[in-house]
């Protein structure tokens, strides 16, 4: 009977942490929002590791004050075993110009794998999008190493 009991709480708690991994970022991005493809760059043990075709979508929310930003498929070392998604929420964002806006962000959690990534913060987050280019830097910090990558980002539409 134990062992039954036991059984039912572990297919339950599996079916919990399926459900939260499924979890999507809260985040305005949708299927129709711009995508940039570009090379990402991120300073991994004072080598730069390139990676070409990085697709990226932002969005504006509604009333033009914040921008998510959504990197697709990426990995951040070379021996990353998987490329995962990662979502930066609710940056703030400032027209500069007609069509040209630009973003700042520090201390941010990021989202991946099903919530919030806790791990990595993202600090110094600037950039600027139009609606041919996207270009940001940023500061992924490893909050248990207490160490920066820097990284950056260039693409067109």
Do not use: H
Request: glycine share 8%; with cysteine.
């Amino acid at each position: 009977m134990l062992n039954n009991i036991i059984s039912r709480f572990a297919a339950a708690a599996s079916v919990i942490v399926l459900m939260a991994s499924c979890e999507k970022a809260p985040s305005v991005i949708t299927e129709d929002s711009p995508e940039f493809s570009g090379k990402m760059t991120v300073l991994y043990e004072g080598e730069p590791f390139d990676q070409n075709g990085i697709k990226v979508l932002v969005e504006l929310n509604a009333d033009k004050t914040m921008l998510d930003i959504k990197m697709m498929k990426v990995k951040f070392v070379p021996a990353m075993p998987v490329r995962i998604d990662v979502t930066i929420l609710e940056v703030p964002v400032t027209e500069e110009a007609d069509g040209i806006w630009s973003f700042y962000g520090d201390g941010i959690t990021p989202w991946a794998m099903g919530g919030p990534y806790d791990g990595y913060r993202v600090d110094e987050l600037r950039g600027t999008v139009s609606d041919s280019t996207l270009e940001f830097s940023l500061d992924f910090y490893n909050t248990k190493k207490k160490q920066a990558y820097p990284t950056s980002y260039s693409g067109d539409r």
